[in-house]
T-cell receptor
């Protein structure tokens, strides 16, 4: 599975868009990009995943570059409840994910 | 709603004790996983199981064993607990992946914070 690199922490003002970057320069053609987040004292929660095309659901949008070497998770209107650690994972075997250390997003009022 | 429950939120054990961490899911998922989470290291996979009585080692299986006698239950066993096994333990479950692009998300329990003295 491809290794991912994320900034250790980011801040975002409440109501603004939070853009969380992820680098996966060694990703192979059949590997997906998955995003999970972990709110304090809870288990991780699935957000979104994609292969090549941009994806959107009720929680977030995922923008994958054309060369697939990086992606951005977008929370369009961040709230205080979005404060969490966000994990970007790249892999083919959807049964087995390898979590890194993620990005700690702090949303402030 | 999928529910993954873990037997304890907090557990304190002594070095050398045998420790059982239990995980139960109520959505008939084939796959179940055990992770540990430590500051600065993220989540690391200990073991996973894709069917009853089946198990596969993850990235850090040393010092642990697992048991899956029923589909809904996956147990993590520390045969002789050591202080370096003090950690947060997270259980997860998912449907087995279908060939192709269908992705089955992992659902996590709330975690068990184990302290070994």
């Amino acid at each position: 599975d491809a290794k991912t690199t994320q900034p250790p922490s980011m801040d975002c003002a409440e109501g603004r868009a939070a853009n969380l970057p992820c680098n996966h320069s060694t990703i192979s053609g059949n590997e997906y990009v998955y995003w999970y987040r972990q709110i304090h004292s809870q288990g991780p929660q699935y957000i979104i995943h994609g292969l090549k095309n941009n994806e959107t659901n009720e929680m977030a949008s995922l923008i994958i570059t054309e060369d697939r070497k990086s992606s951005t998770l977008i929370l369009p209107h961040a709230t205080l409840r979005d404060t969490a650690v966000y994990y970007c994972i790249a892999g083919y075997n959807t049964d087995k994910l390898i979590f890194g250390t993620g990005t700690r997003l702090q949303v402030f009022p | 709603d999928v529910k993954v429950t873990q037997s304890s939120r907090y557990l304190v054990k002594r070095t050398g004790e045998k420790v059982f961490l239990e995980c139960v899911q109520d959505m008939d998922h084939e796959n179940m996983f055990w992770y540990r989470q430590d500051p600065g290291l993220g989540l690391r996979l200990i073991y996973f199981s894709y069917d009853v009585k089946m198990k596969e080692k993850g990235d850090i299986p040393e010092g642990y064993s697992v048991s899956r006698e029923k589909k809904e239950r996956f147990s993590l066993i520390l045969e002789s607990a050591s202080t370096n096994q003090t950690s947060m333990y997270l259980c997860a479950s998912s449907l087995r992946s279908v060939t192709g692009s269908l992705y089955n998300e992992q659902f996590f329990g709330p975690g068990t914070r184990l302290t070994v003295l």
